[in-house]
């Protein structure tokens, strides 16, 4: 229990260390992403993304009010991270890493015995345009069919651990350090 809330207040801190430098707004294509470019072009004062009752995001800049369907862009940069819209099953997912594969993550509920708990969850594609698939060993060797070198270390090296591991020394996904490791 303590090493998840290690792992978590770590990747709280390194997460807000990245948002110090991002602005509010919305990425219309993924190569504005890429190159950090949002909309409005110098940020938006307020940016309101209502995922339950609207499919759509409001972004306010000097007093002039933009509306964007998610359907019609690429994701947006909110105060708690950068999303990618997936159209197909209407979910956000948060951007945790742009590496050899993408990471996301959703805080899912998990039910208890009188309660929830918000739980992440991750996801990975192959890049920004390719469908978002849970983050199990059995999906990335799916993804790197010929990879027989990166089967055999998946299996060793998440023997006992999570495929969603932090590598602090590498400053990376364990996952994405392995695939860039045994290409």
Do not use: W
């Not at 004062?45 to 359907?71: P, R, W």
């Not at 862009?73 to 909110?78: E, K, L, P, Q, T």
């Not at 945790?96 to 309660?115: A, D, L, R, S, W």
């Amino acid at each position: 229990m303590k090493k998840s809330v290690f792992y978590l207040c770590f990747l709280l801190f390194q997460f807000i260390n990245f948002l110090a430098a991002q602005q509010l707004g919305v990425y219309k294509t993924e190569l504005d992403f890429i190159q950090n470019q949002i909309f409005p072009d110098s940020g938006a004062s307020k940016l309101q993304s209502n995922t339950v009752f609207s499919n759509t995001i409001i972004a306010h800049k000097n007093g002039i009010k933009y509306c964007f369907k998610k359907d019609s862009i690429f994701g947006y940069n909110h105060k708690t991270g950068s999303f990618r819209c997936n159209h197909l099953d209407k979910q956000d997912y948060q951007i945790m890493e742009n590496g050899n594969v993408v990471i996301y993550m959703i805080m899912e509920p998990t039910y208890g015995y009188k309660n929830f708990v918000l739980k992440p969850q991750y996801y990975f594609s192959l890049n920004l345009s390719s469908p978002i698939l849970p983050l199990s060993i059995i999906n990335i060797k799916r993804a790197f069919p010929e990879n027989e070198r990166l089967h055999h270390f998946l299996d060793i090296d998440f023997y006992q651990k999570e495929i969603s591991m932090y590598n602090s020394t590498y400053n990376t996904y364990q996952i994405n350090y392995l695939i860039n490791k045994y290409k």
